[in-house]
């Protein structure tokens, strides 16, 4: 009998999951929470593939405004409807959707695991590597703290999470870094997405160059959402000025994380896109001084 190729509908997700079992990654977990019925704004088209009267495959296209000029896509088959073309038809069909989006942009784009099935279906339906992305924690010590003791030199302190010179300087850092897949983060949007209060955003604090006083501007800046500090590593988003040397820029960023792990470890998100960032963490992967927190994720994208 010929697979039944259908718009999502509500329930089809419990199905899917007592046949998928497990998600193989996080990133497919992640984009498990996706599925949902088409709808227009904003703007996503799902299928599922049944076979029988059961739901055995899906996938999902659609629109982010963070990232304006690709869509995301995501398909699952079931272990035993693999390499029988199921995958490779949801992606034509999928193309087909995203050529009829409002946008008018057809590039799409998926976060996969290496060594999974995910990624080998990515690899061999055209996609390409965009961007690594790891997750990294760097131990209490890595880095010996240094003395910031001179009145006129870098001075570290509390930023409100609400202050707009904050939010300007996370915004035009996470640009920066994000020239690979363009963003478009205004203000009010990087206030709610990485510093109010829906993003758990538990603190943050600045480093600058010299005294704010005397026109110190912030040089690095770290976002803690662990909202307890326990022995556990705290959750930590690390930005920087980009527009800075890159000897500068390495310095602050190395200043800045001595001063978090003088006590306790910190997880951080590093893209290879962040490099005065990478510079100063692998050598703290080679020493053993930090570790990954678990397999590396890469953003694949068609042409």
Same mark, same amino acid.
């Given at each position: 009998m010929a697979l039944e190729y259908r718009a999502w509908q509500e329930g089809d997700d419990l199905e899917l999951i007592q046949l998928w079992g497990g998600p193989e990654s996080a990133t497919s977990?992640? !984009?498990?929470?996706?599925f949902r019925p088409p709808a227009e704004e904003p703007w996503n088209r799902c299928i599922t593939v049944v076979d029988q009267g059961v739901p055995v495959a899906a996938g999902c296209v659609y629109g982010a405004a963070l990232h304006p000029d690709r869509l995301w896509c995501y398909i699952e088959v079931a272990a035993d409807h693999r390499r029988a073309g199921v995958g490779s038809t949801l992606l034509t069909m999928l193309q087909h959707e995203? @050529?009829?989006? *409002?946008?008018?942009? &057809?590039?799409?784009? #998926?976060?996969? &695991?290496?060594? &999974? &099935?995910? #990624?080998? !279906?990515?690899? @061999?339906?055209? !996609?390409?590597?965009?961007?690594?992305s790891r997750l990294v924690v760097i131990g209490p010590g890595a880095l010996a703290a240094p003395a910031l003791d001179d009145a006129a030199g870098p001075q570290l302190e509390e930023a409100a999470t609400g202050s707009v010179e904050l939010t300007r300087a996370l915004a035009a850092f996470y640009e920066s870094v994000h020239v690979w897949d363009r963003a478009e983060l205004s203000l009010g949007r990087a206030q709610l997405l990485f510093l109010g209060d829906a993003s758990g955003a538990g603190g943050a604090i600045v480093l600058r160059d010299r005294p704010k006083a005397d026109g110190g501007a912030i040089a690095t800046f770290a976002v803690s959402y662990t909202q307890a500090r326990t022995d556990d590593p705290a959750?930590?988003?690390?930005?920087?000025?980009?527009?800075? *040397?890159?000897?500068?820029?390495?310095a602050a960023v190395a200043t800045m994380i001595a001063m978090l792990v003088h006590q306790y470890p910190i997880q951080l998100e590093v893209d290879d896109a962040m490099e005065a960032l990478v510079a100063v963490v692998e050598p703290l992967l080679a020493t053993? @001084?930090?570790?990954? @927190?678990?397999?590396e994720t890469l953003v694949v994208a068609t042409a």
């Open positions: 977990e992640q !984009f498990r929470g996706s995203a @050529a009829a989006s *409002p946008s008018g942009i &057809t590039a799409l784009r #998926s976060k996969v &695991t290496p060594g &999974t &099935t995910g #990624s080998a !279906f990515a690899q @061999a339906t055209g !996609f390409g590597a965009l961007q690594r959750d930590v988003l690390l930005g920087y000025d980009t527009s800075l *040397p890159p000897a500068e820029q390495q053993g @001084a930090a570790q990954l @927190a678990g397999p």
